[in-house]
């Protein structure tokens, strides 16, 4: 599997299995196109624990037309519905001439600042910024002409699989390979805002890995944590969210994002998550070490006179550990013992009388 490998503003990041989870922070409109509330969405990253910010990169005019024929008009989606696709985002999208300025911000705070660039001009914009990564939006899977300019920047990508087939899926990562670029990762991804927990279907990200040989991940676009938590588990190696100052201003994406202080106990979660699962191995910590002691071992739990037989009355498997093995217990009853044996002494071969023989 290629490893995406990214510079950051902390120096060279690899993001993959064996890795930290990279924990992104979509901003999209949840500035309401207040440049100071996109500073403070930067900072509440920061102050959380966020590894990256993410921006979309487009204008109404790049991404639709300005048209109210029936195909422009947007019917579904509660929070996007009865207006032209025009005018969603033309309050939705993020303005250009801020996002030189808020990738200098980001760096400044030690994250990663990069784009989903939704037309090839938006990629030639966000090349002048050096972008030091691409992400492909879930809607924009299929614009081959879009990836093969993406591909052609040699940049790392990240792409979003919401809505797309298989086939689909493939074609993309094709295309990118193809055209130049060799560190890929797929998102897992539910294209419905907000995205019910029983459409999640994690056991997706493991398989992506497995079926497109590329990094993998979760788009989330539901509020519970556990999903996130369970991506972890089965393998995401990027969890996407995005982040609103408060849920109560409102906005189009606001019902599925975290306020800071959800999104900093998600964060702290993810990486107690990680600790948790750590490597495969069945070495022993230091603390069990410890506590082996407390395993049952056999004992005389009655006093036992020179000569006497082991008896199962006379001799238990009970904790402590100091004696022999429970293993051992058929292998003692009928032995008798080589001198005079206090309850509570641990059994040892050199009590059993003709041991070495016998035992």
Not at 150 to 166: C, D, F, H, Q
Not at 244 to 272: C, Q, W
């Amino acid at each position: 599997m290629n490893l995406l490998t990214i510079q950051t503003p902390k120096g060279t990041r690899i993001i993959g299995p064996g890795h930290p989870v990279f924990i992104v922070t979509e901003l999209s409109c949840n500035h309401h196109q207040r440049y100071e509330e996109a500073v403070a969405l930067i900072d509440a990253a920061t102050q959380a624990g966020a590894d990256a910010v993410k921006l979309q990169t487009y204008t109404a005019d790049t991404i639709t037309i300005d048209s109210d024929k029936e195909w422009f008009q947007i019917k579904v989606n509660d929070a996007w519905k009865g207006q032209t696709l025009y005018s969603l985002y033309q309050q939705a999208y993020t303005p250009w001439e801020w996002q030189p300025k808020l990738q200098a911000y980001g760096e400044s705070k030690g994250l990663v600042v990069f784009s989903s660039p939704f037309d090839e001009t938006a990629v030639d914009f966000l090349e002048t910024m050096n972008a030091p990564l691409y992400k492909v939006a879930s809607f924009e899977i299929v614009d081959i002409p879009l990836l093969k300019k993406i591909a052609a920047t040699k940049k790392p990508v990240i792409l979003s699989r919401g809505l797309a087939a298989e086939e689909e899926i493939a074609e993309a990562v094709n295309t990118l390979r193809q055209g130049g670029c060799v560190s890929i990762a797929v998102l897992h991804c539910i294209s419905a805002y907000p995205a019910a927990l029983e459409d999640m279907n994690l056991r997706t990200i493991p398989d992506i890995m497995k079926r497109f040989d590329v990094v993998s991940g979760l788009s989330d676009h539901n509020l519970n944590p556990a999903v996130d938590i369970a991506a972890v588990a089965v393998g995401a190696s990027i969890i996407e969210k995005h982040i609103i100052l408060k849920r109560s201003d409102g906005g189009f994406d606001a019902a599925y994002s975290l306020e800071p202080n959800e999104l900093k106990e998600l964060v702290d979660t993810i990486r107690h998550t990680e600790k948790a699962l750590g490597k495969v191995t069945y070495e022993l910590g230091v603390k069990e070490k410890e506590n082996r002691q407390f395993r049952p071992s056999l004992f005389a739990v009655q006093d036992i006179e020179l000569g006497e037989s082991f008896t199962p009355d006379n001799v238990r498997s009970i904790r402590p550990s100091h004696g022999l093995p429970p293993k051992w217990l058929e292998r003692v009853i009928g032995k008798k013992a080589s001198r005079n044996i206090e309850r509570g002494t641990p059994l040892s071969l050199d009590l059993i009388e003709a041991h070495e023989k016998d035992v």
